[in-house]
């Protein structure tokens, strides 16, 4: 649906900034996912693109 409306509307509207973030990666990386598996995606690249391969 986030898709849709980017595509449909252009915008998608602003809700808070940590949704907004987790709308913005969405609509980057084309991943359809809440936002705690967002950020346990992101918790883990960081490791691993630090060294701290966990």
């Known amino acids: 649906m986030l898709v849709k409306r980017a595509l449909c509307d252009g915008v998608v509207p602003a ?3 940590m949704v907004d973030l987790y709308n913005a990666l969405s609509l980057r990386y ?25």
Not at 31 to 49: E, F, K
């Open 15 to 17: 809700i808070d900034a």
């Open 30 to 54: 084309a991943i359809l996912a809440g936002a705690r598996i967002l950020l346990r995606m992101l918790v883990r690249r960081a490791r691993y693109t630090k060294g701290c391969i966990m």
